[in-house]
């Protein structure tokens, strides 16, 4: 099998997602953080949608003085001011009478008995229709990911729901029967530390994570099995760890052979992690086949699964930024490097404990550095960066 080259590897994962994204669903407000927008967001009405005060103070017309002849709250509908010389009083938030030529500020007026005089300020002190946005003007595209402000965008402009794609719907299935789910590792087994791992960072990725399945025996018909009951209950995307190579119990590929599956990525030319693979199934699902190896598995996540899902989703493409390097970084000769860092003073740095068993190194990283094949990453260049998927606050 000639391993795909890592950037084509992503490409076509985010193709094959993008061509089963899923369909759009009229989605309320209140539950679309997270989601996506499946069509462009439109305003409603003018932002404003009515000529409204910035202050509290006197809405006038005419010269001064003015004659107080009522007053407009935030949420009343203004009556016109019908004569030059009279004023109401005005909110912050209210509408702006008809035939207001200024507002003035209540700290830079006097009332005197029922009249009102000072100098209000040249530039008008109230926002009009369409100074934010026009009724019809696209605010977002499709493809936008709904984040908290954006939900607050498409209420201040009308919406009680958007359009959005639904979390693609991930399970998750751990293979190996050296594994151990609880307790201290020894004797030959060790601690599953993918199954308590990979749900996170999936929900991360956009994907809900309704299934965990496993340890699931090393034999071929339990990992047809488990796949085929994780398909059944309604998974768009299952994961498996382990079983990626083609050791005596290694039965993922015969597993998928045996599902109808056929392969979108079949092994990558990246290190770690270079037995990951991508299957198409039946019906518009997929399978990603991570390796057991606990940091390759997060690198087949970042390489296959983060574009996949970037698809699925509807979305631009998966995250990715630059990053200058503050110290260097080998390359793996015709291999790509995924390669992880901490940042620290806006450089990248190279982490120990980054075996392809290890997760320390993993656990304090802020991505991964991509150093191209056939080159180094020198001091000073400029690399790719594949950011672990964490909110800011999580990111070291
Ligand atoms: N003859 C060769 N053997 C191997 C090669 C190779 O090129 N030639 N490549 C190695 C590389 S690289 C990787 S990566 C692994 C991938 O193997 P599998 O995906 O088949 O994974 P397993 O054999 O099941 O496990 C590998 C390793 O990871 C441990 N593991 C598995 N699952 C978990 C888990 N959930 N939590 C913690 N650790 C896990 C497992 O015990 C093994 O130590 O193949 C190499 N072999
Ligand atoms: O490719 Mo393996 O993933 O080095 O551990």
Redesign the pocket.
């Known amino acids: 099998m000639t391993p795909v080259p890592w950037d084509e590897a992503r490409a076509a994962a985010y193709r094959a997602g993008a061509d089963a994204a899923r369909a759009a669903v009229e989605t309320p407000l209140a539950e679309a953080d997270g989601l996506t927008l499946a069509a462009p967001l439109v305003t409603l009405t003018d932002l404003p949608a009515f000529p409204t005060s910035s202050v509290d103070g006197w809405a006038v017309r005419g010269p001064a003085p003015w004659r107080v002849v009522g007053r407009v709250l935030a949420g009343d509908q203004a009556a016109p001011l019908a004569d030059d010389g009279t004023c109401v009083e005005i909110a912050t938030g209210a509408m702006v009478p008809g035939g207001t030529e200024h507002v003035l500020r209540v700290e830079e007026s006097t009332l005197d008995g029922e009249l009102v005089t000072g100098e209000p300020r040249p530039n008008p002190e109230w926002r009009v229709p369409g100074d934010e946005a026009s009724r019809g003007e696209e605010l977002l595209p499709a493809g936008t990911p709904v984040t908290p402000g954006v939900i607050g965008l498409a209420a201040s402009c009308g919406y009680d729901a958007v359009p959005a794609r639904p979390a693609p719907r991930a399970a998750l299935i ?3 029967d ?2 151990l789910t609880s307790g201290p590792p020894g004797a030959g087994r ?6 308590p791992q990979l749900p996170g960072w999936l929900r991360r990725l956009g994907a809900t994570v309704d299934t965990m399945v ?2 699931v025996k090393d034999t071929l018909d339990a990992h047809v099995e488990a796949i085929r009951t994780a398909f059944e209950s309604g998974a768009d995307l299952v994961c498996t ?7 005596p ?2 039965h ?1 590929h015969p597993a998928l052979a045996e599902l109808g599956a056929s392969y979108v990525v079949n092994t990558v030319a990246v ?5 990951m693979l991508l299957a198409a199934l039946p019906g518009g699902k997929f399978l990603a ?6 940091q ?2 997060v690198v087949a996540l970042m390489s296959l699964v983060a574009p996949l899902l970037a698809g699925l989703q509807g979305r631009a493409s998966a995250a990715t930024r630059t990053v200058t390097l503050g110290a260097p970084i080998p390359g793996r000769g015709s291999y790509t490097h995924l390669a992880l860092v901490r940042l620290e003073d806006g450089l990248a740095y190279p982490v120990g404990h980054v075996a ?2 290890m997760l320390r190194g993993l656990s304090r990283s802020a991505g991964f550095a991509v150093v191209a094949p056939g080159t180094n990453g020198d001091k000073g260049a400029t690399l790719p960066l594949v950011p672990l998927p964490m909110m800011d606050g999580e990111r070291p």
């Open positions: 751990v293979f190996g050296e594994l060790v601690r599953d530390s993918l199954g496993g340890p760890t382990g079983g990626t190579m083609h050791g119990v290694d993922l290190r770690p992690g270079f037995p086949g991570l390796p057991g190896n606990p390759s598995a392809s068993s």
